[in-house]
């Protein structure tokens, strides 16, 4: 189960991970929002729909949240227990083997990624002992390394240890999660667009 705020999320931050996963399981996503900070909300839930199914993601395991207590907007804190109840209504569906999704700065400092580790956190920590055997968090790093491409591999390497999942893509991973990401057409700007060139396309979660 990959837990993220925003569609788009997915192929810009978790594309190596979907690829890779995908290959030997049935993956669901979960969107804590429909995009709709600039009132396209309708438009960004189906590029969300057409991503998914470029990773091979069923649509019947894409779930996206269009809630007013959830708003996307990174100036507003969400109401938490809100969050929390919409996850975990999905993993009592999907009862997941692991969950993905961001740490506490959420990659980018945006305020709704990083709402979603405190409130699986919690959940982990829940009374109701939801039967969630791992969750893994995305790790930030500094904005030099997210710009470097194949450059930053060696950094990872050395820096990798035994307790984090470490998905480096393949050429054929690339152009599918390239592929994903114009798929939100909504979203390219030219900044995005450099960041599809020159994004290293690894994940490693801790």
Known sequence: LLVFAHPDDECMFFGPALTTLIEDNEISILCLTSGNFYNIGNIRKGELVKSAEVFGIKSDGVNIIDKKEIPDDGDVHWDRDVVSNEIINIINKT??????????????????????????????????????PEVYSLESISIWRKYISILDILYTLLSYNQHKLLFISTLHQVLTTQKAMYCHWSQLLWFRRLYIIFSRYMFINT
């Open 95 to 132: 009862t997941p083997d692991i969950i993905l999704t961001f740490d506490y700065y959420g990659v980018s400092g945006h305020r709704n990624h990083g709402e979603l580790f405190y409130c699986l956190q919690s959940i982990l920590h829940d009374t109701r002992k939801l039967e969630i």
